[in-house]
């Protein structure tokens, strides 16, 4: 057993959390990772007629260990499991939330991150039974999603009305106050199952029907996705006719079929959702603590340039930030525009550090709103509106964009020392400026600086 994980286990133990997290700790000691099955399904919808794995035949994942909670290489100085009376279905934490971690700045926590695609309402809450029809073994389902699917009652779920994101944490980060900064290095991004499931859902994503049953502005009726003719709402949400597409990992990609084709795509893992404590309402289901919509505190901000060796800087606005994590990804494309991206779930490893105002240790932007940062580019965010659900919400792109244009402005003019007409023009001739996401209420852009373009 590793010094590292000794010293996990010792403080879970201490800590008095239940007999579930003892189990956990005791059986990591010994347990080795199990290996993914030999074949599945590469597609299905909330009916499950989808192909069973004898008939597709499709390897899978032989080079993705199966990390139950608490197993393998933990490399934090802190560990943090997901486990039903702990985390968040659908909310985030506000600023009165209870940290269920401690930790110094500086320090890292290695968090084992539960997907909700899988365990859904609309899938079944079930996912045994659910991965068990795409041909995943039982003992390949991750028992911390399993737990959470049967066990949780921390708030009511409405799967109409709540977010779908199981939310980890709040880690209290020693010394953040508000005005300071967090700063959160993913370290690793590790998937913690070899497979994921994109989903589309009637009444959201980029070509969703609109509240009024009819067709958003541009496209038709018949161009609405999932078909309307599927679309199944207001009933059990089994039967609403939603679709989620179930995809393996092959040999370090993703894999769907069609017909007789298939397609492989690229591997990307990064944490959909960071973020720290935001909204001041008390009410765990309060409207501005909905997981959906990216807010000033991060959150669901679902920018794929965000994993392991970036740097995500967030405005603190809770004693200790209370920073939480959830919507693993393994892949999403810039828009995930179908709705959710290829959804697993992930083991991040993150260092978390406090600069306060003046430091001159983060963007000036980030005091003020969030910041992103990788070892080639400067990432400034535009949001088409950052407050949660406070008097509605807003989905316009342009308001996203121009949010955008402005914080790389302020952080060329402020951090690099350009006047302002000169970056302006800078931006224009070599910047990027791309779609986050556009079905998370709260849209998103963001733009790419180029390091090397300077000094």
């Given at each position: 057993?590793?010094?590292?994980?000794?010293?996990?286990?010792?403080?879970?133990?201490?800590?008095?959390?239940?007999?579930?997290?003892?189990?956990?700790?005791?059986?990591?000691?010994?347990?080795?990772?199990?290996?993914?099955?030999?074949?599945?399904?590469?597609?299905?919808?909330?009916?499950?007629?989808?192909?069973?794995?004898?008939?597709?035949?499709?390897?899978?994942?032989?080079?993705?260990?199966?990390?139950?909670?608490?197993?393998?290489?933990?490399?934090?100085?802190?560990?943090?499991?997901?486990?039903?009376?702990?985390?968040?279905?659908?909310?985030?934490?506000?600023?009165?939330?209870?940290?269920?971690?401690?930790?110094?700045?500086?320090?890292?926590?290695?968090?084992?991150?539960?997907?909700?695609?899988?365990?859904?309402?609309?899938?079944?809450?079930?996912?045994?039974?659910?991965?068990?029809?795409?041909?995943?073994?039982?003992?390949?389902?991750?028992?911390?999603?399993?737990?959470?699917?049967?066990?949780?009652?921390?708030?009511?779920?409405?799967?109409?009305?709540?977010?779908?994101?199981?939310?980890?944490?709040?880690?209290?980060?020693?010394?953040?106050?508000?005005?300071?900064?967090?700063?959160?290095?993913?370290?690793?991004?590790?998937?913690?199952?070899?497979?994921?499931?994109?989903?589309?859902?009637?009444?959201?994503?980029?070509?969703?029907?609109?509240?009024?049953?009819?067709?958003?502005?541009?496209?038709?009726?018949d161009e609405v996705m999932p078909?309307?003719?599927?679309?199944?709402?207001?009933?059990?949400?089994?039967?609403?006719?939603?679709?989620?597409?179930?995809?393996?990992?092959?040999?370090?990609?993703?894999?769907?079929?069609?017909?007789?084709g298939r397609v492989r795509f690229?591997?990307?893992?990064?944490?959909?959702?960071?973020?720290?404590?935001?909204?001041?309402?008390?009410?765990?289901?309060?409207?501005?603590?909905?997981?959906?919509?990216?807010?000033?505190?991060?959150?669901?901000?679902?920018?794929?340039?965000?994993?392991?060796?970036?740097?995500?800087?967030?405005?603190?606005?809770?004693?200790?930030?209370?920073?939480?994590?959830?919507?693993?990804?393994?892949?999403?494309?810039?828009?995930?525009?179908?709705?959710?991206?290829?959804?697993?779930?992930?083991?991040?490893?993150?260092?978390?550090?406090?600069?306060?105002?003046?430091?001159?240790?983060?963007?000036?932007?980030?005091?003020?709103?969030?910041?992103?940062?990788?070892?080639?580019?400067?990432?400034?965010?535009?949001?088409?509106?950052?407050?949660?659900?406070?008097?509605?919400?807003?989905?316009?792109?342009?308001?996203?964009?121009?949010?955008?244009?402005?914080?790389?402005?302020?952080?060329?003019?402020?951090?690099?020392?350009?006047?302002?007409?000169?970056?302006?023009?800078?931006?224009?001739?070599?910047?990027?400026?791309?779609?986050?996401?556009?079905?998370?209420?709260?849209?998103?852009?963001?733009?790419?600086?180029?390091?090397?373009?300077?000094?």
């Amino acid at each position: 057993m590793s010094d590292t994980f000794a010293r996990n286990a010792a403080e879970i133990l201490t800590r008095g959390l239940g007999r579930r997290r003892f189990m956990k700790a005791v059986v990591a000691v010994g347990a080795g990772a199990g290996m993914a099955g030999t074949a599945v399904a590469c597609a299905s919808d909330s009916s499950d007629t989808s192909p069973t794995a004898s008939a597709t035949g499709l390897p899978f994942g032989g080079d993705v260990p199966i990390l139950q909670s608490g197993q393998g290489d933990i490399s934090g100085d802190h560990y943090l499991a997901s486990v039903p009376d702990e985390v968040l279905w659908g909310y985030v934490p506000n600023i009165h939330s209870e940290a269920v971690l401690r930790m110094r700045s500086g320090q890292t926590v290695t968090i084992d991150a539960v997907s909700h695609e899988g365990i859904l309402e609309d899938q079944g809450r079930d996912p045994i039974t659910y991965f068990g029809g795409k041909g995943v073994a039982e003992s390949d389902v991750l028992e911390d999603a399993v737990a959470i699917a049967a066990e949780y009652d921390r708030t009511p779920r409405d799967f109409d009305k709540d977010g779908p994101h199981v939310v980890t944490g709040p880690v209290f980060v020693e010394g953040a106050e508000p005005g300071d900064v967090l700063e959160i290095e993913t370290l690793e991004a590790t998937p913690r199952v070899p497979y994921g499931v994109v989903s589309s859902r009637h009444g959201k994503g980029s070509l969703a029907r609109t509240a009024d049953g009819g067709a958003p502005a541009g496209i038709t009726l018949d161009e609405v996705m999932p078909p309307i003719d599927t679309d199944g709402r207001p009933a059990d949400p089994t039967e609403q006719g939603n679709v989620s597409v179930f995809t393996p990992i092959e040999d370090g990609r993703g894999v769907m079929t069609f017909g007789e084709g298939r397609v492989r795509f690229p591997l990307k893992p990064f944490m959909g959702m960071m973020g720290v404590a935001f909204t001041a309402d008390e009410e765990p289901t309060s409207p501005n603590a909905h997981s959906v919509p990216p807010t000033l505190g991060g959150g669901n901000i679902d920018i794929n340039l965000l994993g392991t060796g970036s740097k995500f800087y967030l405005p603190v606005f809770a004693e200790g930030a209370l920073f939480y994590v959830g919507d693993p990804h393994m892949a999403m494309g810039d828009g995930e525009v179908a709705l959710t991206a290829m959804e697993g779930s992930l083991r991040g490893t993150f260092r978390l550090t406090v600069h306060k105002p003046g430091s001159g240790d983060a963007p000036s932007v980030a005091y003020d709103y969030p910041f992103a940062e990788t070892e080639e580019a400067w990432i400034p965010i535009g949001l088409s509106d950052p407050d949660g659900a406070v008097d509605g919400q807003s989905s316009d792109l342009n308001i996203a964009m121009r949010r955008a244009v402005v914080n790389a402005l302020d952080f060329l003019e402020h951090d690099q020392g350009m006047d302002r007409a000169t970056a302006y023009a800078y931006l224009s001739a070599a910047a990027d400026f791309t779609i986050s996401q556009v079905v998370d209420r709260t849209v998103g852009v963001h733009a790419q600086i180029v390091k090397s373009h300077f000094g």
